[in-house]
Antibody, heavy 121, light 109 residues
Framework: QVQLVESGGGVVQPGRSLSLSCSPS????????MHWVRQAPGQGLEWVAL????????YYADSVKGRFTISRDNSKNTLFLHMSSLTTDDTAMYYC??????????????WGQGTLVTVSS | EIVMTQSPATLSVSPGERVTLSCRAS??????LAWYQQKPGQAPRLLIF???TRATGLPARFSGSGSGTEFTLTISSLQSEDFAVYYC???????????FGQGTKLEIK
C-alpha cells in the first residue's frame, strides 16, 4: 500500500535552516508529482510547494518563496524540502503528499503522517 | 486569488443524522474541488475529488456535489468515526493553484 514517511523535523532557532525528507513506498515514485503541505498548531492547512514527477517544474506558496526549496531524487526514492531563514510563522506540522499525476495540478490522494517543525529561540 | 469559505465553522450533530457541509469559492472553479477529513492527531485523508468523485474505499454515505462556486459534502447518516474536521480544497492545473478552506469541525451533539 502507498506510504509516505516524513523525517527531519525538530526545534530550530529563527533564522536557521532545516531540511525535511519524505520516503515513499508502495508506488513508483518517479511517476508522480509531490507536494508539501503544512499545518500550524491548531490551524488549517496551507499548501507549501509542488514538484513535478521529474523535478523540472517547481511551484511555491508566496509565504515561502525564496526561502524554501523543494527537490527530489528519484534514484533514491526521496523527496526533500530545504527550509532557510526560518521564522516562528513556519512552525507547523509538515506533510508530504502525492498528487495523482505528473505535474501536480491536482488534489493530494495520499498523505504522510507529518513531521513537526518548531521555530523557537 | 481565489478564496475558499467553509460554513459553518462548527457543526454539532447527533449520530445517525444527515449533515451537509458547505464550501464556497470567491469565483468559479468549475469542478476542481476536493474534500478531506482530518481526525485529531492524524493526517488529512482524501474523501472526494472533482467535486463529486469518491476516493477509493470511501463509504457510500459520503457524497459531494456542486460546481462553479457552490459545493457541498453530505454525510447521509453520521457514524461515530465521522466526527472530525473537514476541509475543502480548490486545485487548478494552470495557473497552479491550491487553496484550502478554513475547515468545518463536526462535533458530537
Amino acid at each position: 500500500q502507498v506510504q509516505l514517511v516524513e523525517s527531519g523535523g525538530g526545534v530550530v532557532q529563527p533564522g536557521r535552516s532545516l531540511s525535511l525528507s519524505c520516503s515513499p513506498s508502495g508506488f513508483t515514485f518517479s511517476n508522480y508529482a509531490m507536494h508539501w503541505v503544512r499545518q500550524a498548531p491548531g490551524q488549517g492547512l496551507e499548501w507549501v510547494a509542488l514538484i513535478s514527477y521529474d523535478g523540472t517544474t517547481k511551484y511555491y506558496a508566496d509565504s515561502v518563496k525564496g526561502r524554501f526549496t523543494i527537490s527530489r531524487d528519484n534514484s533514491k526514492n526521496t523527496l526533500f524540502l530545504h527550509m532557510s531563514s526560518l521564522t516562528t510563522d513556519d512552525t507547523a506540522m509538515y506533510y508530504c503528499t502525492r498528487a495523482p499525476n505528473l505535474y501536480g495540478g491536482s488534489f493530494s490522494d495520499y498523505w504522510g503522517q507529518g513531521t513537526l517543525v518548531t521555530v523557537s529561540s | 486569488e481565489i478564496v475558499m469559505t467553509q460554513s459553518p465553522a462548527t457543526l454539532s450533530v447527533s449520530p445517525g443524522e444527515r449533515v451537509t457541509l458547505s464550501c464556497r469559492a470567491s469565483q468559479s472553479i468549475s469542478s476542481n474541488l476536493a474534500w478531506y477529513q482530518q481526525k485529531p492527531g492524524q493526517a488529512p485523508r482524501l474523501l472526494i475529488f472533482a467535486a463529486s468523485t469518491r476516493a477509493t474505499g470511501l463509504p457510500a454515505r459520503f457524497s459531494g456535489s456542486g460546481s462553479g462556486t457552490e459545493f457541498t459534502l453530505t454525510i447521509s447518516s453520521l457514524q461515530s468515526e465521522d466526527f472530525a474536521v473537514y476541509y475543502c480544497q480548490h486545485y487548478n492545473n494552470w495557473p497552479p493553484t491550491w487553496t484550502f478552506g478554513q475547515g468545518t469541525k463536526l462535533e458530537i451533539k
